[in-house]
């Protein structure tokens, strides 16, 4: 595009010149906006210019701001020609009062007038109102007098706040003179108590819609915590507090020093930029930061991705440390204002003051010093408070926080590895009570960086998917809190068997500790389970851990990926897998501390990714690695009377349902595996189906499990190529989702497919809608039933429903998220019987069915499936095997699988 010719204010003035001599206004409208237009965009295109050249956020800022100035100036003269003079003045509120205006900012403007000119005003504001929006300002007018402003503020908070930020643009100096001393100033001096009480009631609202953590996956970078809200809202209030106009008169009385005033600008700064090119990036308002814009901002800023992680990762964890910065300059200015308008110390109150030792004592529920410069001489003292916070239920006072955010530096190797920092540490750990506060505002006040240097690495490392909802060091200490929750009875009723392992680990302090380390890899490129349980010996000596300690805590470390990938990906019901994972563990204790440690790492990781399903399947791992090592070197149960006595136990509990020799006679069909990988109860339910079916080309049944909320569905019928692809692709066109497949051919010819399906409150297919008024089953099913039987017949084109499906669901997959290549891994080590295929890719409707597609084609049977989805994230099992019933092991044969796959999920 050729550059737009530079049109000066000399050429806007000529026409203002022209309207004052009489010329008509709608004559020369249009002549004037194409002149004003022309000069906003020549110098709009240079302000961006300079932006893209790394402008700093505040040199963009108060050009835009100047500009906006200049046009609402013009804009005002041009209107105001040949209409009589009314006294009148145009004022900047909120953003663009402040001077602050970025590329797509709001224009709030007040026509400030006298009582009685209103009307005569309203053809005025009218003209300038719809200028403005022609040059494609987004304006927001009101037109007041003094008077209106008063009571506007009484019951408006958002307008009296505006107000505070109120700056002269143009019209008559006169009336803002007026402004200034009827309106701004009784602002000022109103009751501060109640607009302080009233701004954090407004605060703690905001922070409910927009997110009341600076860690959130996708920020706002002006409404949510650490965003540039946080900071006006800071200053807003210390501005009523200490009754001044601006930053620099905090700074001036004192109220701040020199380092939080550079601090407060510096931060202002840097959101400044980057809102600045996410609204240049949008070309419109906005202020999300989305994964899309995120990749993008990081390219801005000159990020590029290394070993320690990808550009986008590396640009928010800056960010989000920038945004900690905000919320600690913005929550401490707040606090220091809510200390000056507390009564000052009275002798009664100086009698309230609790003393715990020389150094420490409690007054209103907050720690103090007696010694202002206590951390100065011993640093060490800096976690006896953090103790004496825990042991006596009270917070930091301010003062303290201050403190130790200026001495923490001092602590060295030396102090980290006494028993009085060390054992005090532990001995946090150890109290189960207000451990995960306690390590949260170590945490807070970077007291955590200091004293666990390499916890450094994970503070506010980003995980950029859709999966990870919190940034490393964040999700850490709420899998601490999670713990934490057991330890106070939380999930007695509904997880009493973690409750138990919990309540019964002998040393808390290294369960605590095994969970605060267990990501301390992270940002160190791939395999961080390895690369952190190679820091462990390191800190472990620095505390002081006993060597059987040290060992147990790296073990644990280097294991903890485990049990979640066996669990949600692997057949659990394969004995060999059972006796390499107990193998793996060695000893009940280290089993005991892994299962909690995966409980809280998965509940930790955001609202939705903790299910019941996976909860299941965690316990049952659990229950059966356990029962493995207690069982040790003792004489074990032959698999063949296994066998026996399973299939005795489903012949008595069926004697009153059908004759015996029927149950006999359906049992002979069933394979040595099938048989091992079910309990007793399991098989009845599956022969019940098979000898209900009659001759029935399909039968099925749907039951709920209310605790788990999940359905298992039994599907019988004669086994034929692409079965399990077909009832893949009638569940994904009927919006059910598959948790895990079971799938056996009987020697007889007939298929038994067992699937535990999502019945969540989204599905569909949940517990309402399982049984009606009667107890038979809803309508719902029998369609599916039904809808199976006539794609198994091929009166129908399957692929049709699953895209018709995916065509209804398409608005909702709209939202970008972080790509995720997808991967296939084959490996015929982890199953004596099958080949496995690991699958991971980016979900989506019918994916299950299209990868069962290939390798139906492929001529592959499915003897176990097993579905997990993270986010938007799929990862799926497959156990398969050839037309022979064997393993893959052809390297051709493999190869041409690998690529299928690859292909089909690209």
Excluded at 299 to 310: E, I, M, P, T, V
């Amino acid at each position: 595009m050729a550059e737009l010719p530079k049109f000066e204010l000399s050429e806007l003035d000529k026409l203002i010149v022209q309207r004052c001599q009489g010329e008509d206004f709608s004559t020369l409208r249009a002549q004037f906006l194409a002149c004003a237009q022309g000069y906003q965009q020549w110098h709009a295109d240079k302000i961006r210019s300079r932006h893209r050249k790394g402008a700093s956020g505040a040199n963009i800022v108060t050009r835009l701001t100047a500009l906006t100035d200049a046009m609402v100036i013009k804009v005002f003269e041009f209107a105001c020609c040949g209409m009589r003079a009314y006294p009148c003045a145009m004022i900047a509120l909120g953003g663009y009062g402040r001077g602050e205006m970025n590329p797509y900012s709001d224009v709030d403007l007040m026509f400030y007038i006298a009582d009685s000119r209103r009307d005569a005003l309203g053809e005025l504001s009218e003209r300038i109102l719809y200028l403005l929006w022609d040059l494609s300002y987004s304006v927001g007018h009101c037109m007041r007098t003094n008077a209106e402003c008063l009571e506007i503020a009484a019951i408006d908070l958002s307008a009296y706040t505006a107000m505070l930020d109120a700056r002269f643009i143009c019209g008559a100096p006169s009336m803002y003179d007026e402004f200034s001393n009827t309106v701004l100033k009784p602002l000022l001096y109103r009751n501060t108590r109640t607009f302080f009480k009233a701004k954090l009631e407004e605060n703690a609202l905001r922070l409910q819609r927009y997110g009341s953590s600076v860690y959130i996956l996708e920020p706002n970078i002006k409404e949510g915590e650490g965003g540039l809200r946080d900071l006006h809202m800071a200053l807003c209030i210390c501005k009523v507090t200490y009754k001044v106009n601006n930053l620099r008169g905090l700074l001036i009385k004192g109220v701040i020093s020199e380092r939080r005033y550079t601090e407060f600008i510096h931060s202002l700064d840097y959101l400044w930029r980057i809102r600045n090119e996410l609204h240049y990036l949008s070309g419109r308002k906005n202020e999300q930061l989305h994964f899309d814009k995120q990749e993008k901002i990081a390219d801005f800023l000159g990020y590029r991705a290394d070993k320690s992680g990808l550009a986008v990762e590396q640009f928010m964890q800056d960010y989000y440390a920038a945004a900690s910065r905000v919320e600690h300059i913005a929550s401490s200015m707040i606090a220091a204002a809510e200390e000056s308008l507390r009564p000052q110390l009275s002798y009664t109150r100086h009698l309230q003051r609790r003393n715990i030792d020389h150094f420490f004592f409690v007054l209103r529920g907050e720690l103090y010093t007696f010694r202002s410069d206590l951390f100065e001489v011993d640093p060490t003292q800096i976690m006896r408070a953090f103790w004496l916070c825990q042991r006596h239920e009270v917070k930091l006072s301010l003062t303290l926080k201050g403190m130790i955010r200026e001495n923490q530096a001092r602590i060295n190797d030396s102090m980290r590895r006494s028993s009085k920092m060390a054992g005090v540490f532990l001995d946090i750990l150890r109290y189960k009570k207000h451990v995960y506060e306690t390590l949260e505002q170590m945490h807070h006040l970077l007291f955590l960086n200091y004293f666990i240097p390499e916890f450094k690495r994970i503070y506010c490392r980003v995980q950029h998917d859709a999966y990870h909802i919190y940034t490393v060091d964040t999700h850490t200490l709420f899998a601490v809190k999670e713990i934490t929750r057991l330890w106070q009875g939380e999930y007695e009723e509904s997880k009493p068997l973690l409750t138990r392992l919990a309540r019964d680990i002998d040393k808390p302090e290294l369960l605590i500790l095994a969970v605060l380390l267990h990501d301390i890899g992270k940002g160190q490129g791939g395999r961080h389970s390895e690369k952190g349980a190679k820091l462990v010996p390191t800190i472990a000596r620095r505390l002081r851990l006993s060597k059987e300690g040290s060992q147990r805590l790296q073990f644990i470390v280097a294991h903890h990926l485990e049990m979640a990938h066996i669990s949600q990906r692997r057949d659990i019901n394969d004995e060999n897998q059972i006796k390499q994972f107990a193998d793996t563990m060695q000893m009940s204790e280290n089993l005991n501390i892994l299962y909690l440690l995966t409980f809280a790492d998965i509940k930790a990781v955001g609202p939705n990714a903790w299910t019941e399903w996976k909860g299941f399947l965690l316990q049952e791992l659990y229950q059966k690695t356990y029962a493995q090592l207690e069982r040790g070197n003792f004489e074990q149960e032959s698999r063949s009377e296994k066998i026996r006595d399973r299939k005795r136990a489903v012949v008595k509990m069926l004697q009153d349902e059908y004759p015996e020799k029927r149950v006999r006679e359906a049992l002979r069909f069933f394979s040595t595996r099938h048989v091992m990988a079910h309990y007793s109860e399991e098989l009845a339910d599956q022969i019940r189906v098979i000898l209900d079916r009659g001759n029935k080309p399909l039968s099925m049944q749907v039951r709920f499990d209310p605790e788990l909320n999940f359905s298992e569905v039994i599907i019988v019928t004669l086994d034929v190529p692409g079965l399990f692809t077909t009832i893949a692709g009638v569940m994904a066109g009927n919006g059910i989702n598959i948790l895990e497949a079971q799938i056996y051919t009987l020697s007889n010819g007939m298929a038994v497919d067992i699937l535990q399906v999502d019945s969540g409150s989204h599905s569909p297919y949940g517990k309402d809608c399982l049984e009606d008024d009667q107890g038979g089953r809803d309508d719902d099913w029998d369609a599916i039933e039904r809808d199976l039987l006539k794609y198994l017949q091929g009166r129908d084109d399957l692929s049709a429903l699953v895209k018709q499906r995916r065509e209804a669901l398409r608005f909702s997959e709209l939202k970008v998220t972080p790509g995720v290549p997808p991967l296939v891994s084959i490996n015929n080590e982890v199953s004596a019987d099958y080949t496995v295929i690991d699958i991971t890719a980016k979900d989506k409707v019918g994916l299950l069915y299209a990868i069962n597609s290939t390798l139906n084609r492929l001529g592959l049977y499915i003897g176990v499936a097993k579905i997990t989805t993270q986010g938007k994230q799929a990862g799926d099992t497959f156990y398969v095997q050839d037309i022979f019933g064997e393993k893959l092991l052809h390297e051709e044969k493999l190869s041409e699988l690998h690529q299928a796959l690859m292909e089909q999920l690209q």
